[in-house]
């Protein structure tokens, strides 16, 4: 079998607390079979390297189609995450079973960083992304880490972080009646809540403890329970595991307000200052994963935040879930 190195993304030897992400390369050399039986046999390693720096990419994997990066997810028998079942705001096209799109919003609206679904109680774990077909200019992925954010955070608005931490926060949103395309959050309430009617709808919201607002056009205004906004995770540290960033900037379109989807769980309104310096430290610590054809790239999602960068011409990147 090939030689398979792990070093940080400029192809340097650093330990893996030294780099984030961190970057297992095949070159090139490896048929996707082989690839399998690569990742089969290093779930582990490759597990206890994500523990550690957060973000991994593989490259030069063999990996040319959707029908590829399906086996290569399979290989690490990690469960899957549905999309369908999700409560995920974005609109998404399946591809297989365990392969769908990324964020169908026009290449012009910038997604801002946010951890997969922590705007509801049911979120993945971890996130595979596969890059199918880079874009011309621009589309890399941002990518953040929430533990370091949260500690530079700390120093700086000690009593937010705290707010955050002791009160949770809850968010509220306006679903379409159908898919809009045009908007980031776009997803119809009934694809959303997997309902085919009004009754449906509210018979889950209820069971997920939301408290909803019919519109006149047909579109579903709701709100969480309380939920956490930092999170502890398993080696003792902490994440700013919320969706603040990106409602706070990105939530805007026909229906939606950022500034006024969250609150602190209480009701009181969040910190618009506090807010900025949270968006000025992540902005300084984003690293942008500048896509190549094939690459695949592995993201804690307890641990780091995503977004994706305005693009020219088509970019197709694939993601799947990991329950
Ligand atoms: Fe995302």
Request: glycine content about 6%; hydrophobic content about 40%.
């Amino acid at each position: 079998m090939s030689a398979i190195t792990l070093t940080d993304m400029s192809g340097e030897s650093v330990p893996v607390t030294g780099a984030f992400p961190m970057l297992y390369n095949a070159s090139g050399t490896m048929d996707l079979e082989a690839s399998e039986a690569w990742v089969s046999a290093h779930v582990e390693a490759v597990q206890s390297t994500l523990a550690q720096c957060g973000a991994i990419v593989f490259r030069g994997f063999g990996l040319a189609s959707d029908a590829d990066f399906d086996r290569f997810i399979q290989a690490f028998s990690w469960p899957n995450f549905t999309y369908a079942e999700s409560l995920s705001n974005a609109v998404r096209r399946n591809r297989t079973p365990r392969v769908f799109t990324a964020n169908e919003a026009p290449p012009d609206v910038q997604i801002y960083l946010h951890h997969e679904m922590a705007q509801t109680p049911v979120y993945p774990s971890r996130l595979f992304f596969f890059c199918e077909q880079p874009a011309n200019g621009g589309g890399a992925t941002p990518i953040c880490r929430s533990d370091w954010l949260l500690e530079r955070l700390h120093k700086v608005v000690p009593n937010f972080v705290d707010d955050c931490a002791n009160k949770g926060v809850r968010y509220s949103q306006t679903m379409p009646a159908q898919d809009d395309l045009a908007s980031g959050q776009g997803r119809s309430w009934r694809s959303t809540l997997s309902a085919d009617d009004k009754t449906a709808a509210e018979t889950k919201l209820a069971q997920l403890g939301y408290t909803w607002r019919w519109q006149a056009d047909d579109a579903l205004s709701v709100t969480t329970p309380i939920l956490p906004a930092v999170r502890e995770l398993a080696d003792g540290s902490r994440s700013f595991f919320n969706q603040l960033i990106a409602a706070f900037f990105g939530w805007q379109d026909s229906r939606n307000d950022g500034r006024r989807a969250i609150t602190l769980g209480d009701g009181s309104a969040l910190d618009a200052v506090a807010m900025q310096s949270a968006v000025a430290l992540a902005e300084e610590l984003t690293v942008d994963l500048q896509w190549q054809l094939g690459d695949v790239a592995l993201v804690d999602n307890l641990r780091v935040m995503h977004g994706r960068r305005p693009f020219q011409g088509e970019r197709k990147v694939l993601a799947s879930l990991v329950a």
